[in-house]
């Protein structure tokens, strides 16, 4: 079994200053800024805007994170609306070497026990690696539970989101994936997006990892100045 301790970041996914790409450049750059101050990373979490990235570009991060993280822990958040797009992107993650996958069940609709708890096992089963289970919406009653925890590599993590939860050790938040030049008041997470924060702040600090997508906004100018040099 995995054993991480410490802080993991929530990574914001860089892109091109026109969307349309995954900014690789970018990507490795802020691998290599946050690397000496965390213990590990979150891919393609809440604050790498998974929602708004296709199935290729959670790979294509991935990939790029394993690499640029040499040998640090990375978690990648492989939930989806599918079963089969889940364990298709867990079995690669795996296959590139992450420590675990972070999976919570489908985040959109109503699903009966029966169907939560088979949707788990089956990545349970066979993600072919460690697997940690996180249900921010009290989804996994006691038909989805019963066996789960008999499952080999399955470990629950508690939290309120894919970028903020703790395990065995481990706790992750976005603050963690703040360059540490720059600070903000805690009332900001309350009110505004992480990745938008995040996007801000490295911005700030000078690397700047491109914009959101839509609908997902910049921060706004009086949002900005909550954001400080330290």
Not at 34 to 56: C, D, I, K, N, Q
Request: aromatic content about 6%; proline content about 7%; hydrophobic content about 45%.
């Amino acid at each position: 079994m995995v054993s991480i301790q410490g802080h993991l970041a929530p990574i914001p996914t860089p892109f091109t200053d026109d969307l349309s790409n995954v900014s690789e450049v970018r990507l490795a750059r802020l691998i290599r800024a946050l690397s000496p101050r965390v213990a590990g990373f979150v891919v393609t979490a809440l604050a790498g805007e998974f929602t708004t990235l296709s199935f290729g570009e959670r790979k294509q991060v991935v990939e790029i994170v394993v690499r640029e993280a040499h040998g640090q822990p990375v978690l990648a958040h492989v939930s989806s609306l599918s079963t089969a797009a889940s364990l298709d992107l867990a079995q690669h993650a795996n296959r590139h070497g992450v420590a675990a996958c972070l999976l919570m069940p489908p985040y959109y609709g109503k699903f009966r026990g029966d169907e939560i708890r088979e949707h788990l096992v089956t990545l349970a089963r066979f993600a072919q690696g460690p697997v940690w289970m996180l249900d921010p919406d009290g989804q996994i009653g006691s038909e989805a539970l019963g066996g789960l925890h008999d499952l080999p590599g399955v470990v629950f993590a508690t939290g309120p989101s894919s970028d903020e939860f703790s395990c065995n050790g481990a706790e992750a938040h976005p603050k963690s994936a703040m360059p540490a030049s720059i600070a903000g008041d805690d009332g900001l997470w309350h009110t505004e997006s992480s990745v938008a924060i995040l996007k801000a702040a490295w911005e700030m600090a000078d690397l700047d990892l491109g914009p959101c997508r839509a609908p997902r906004r910049m921060l706004t100018p009086e949002a900005r100045g909550r954001l400080r040099a330290v």
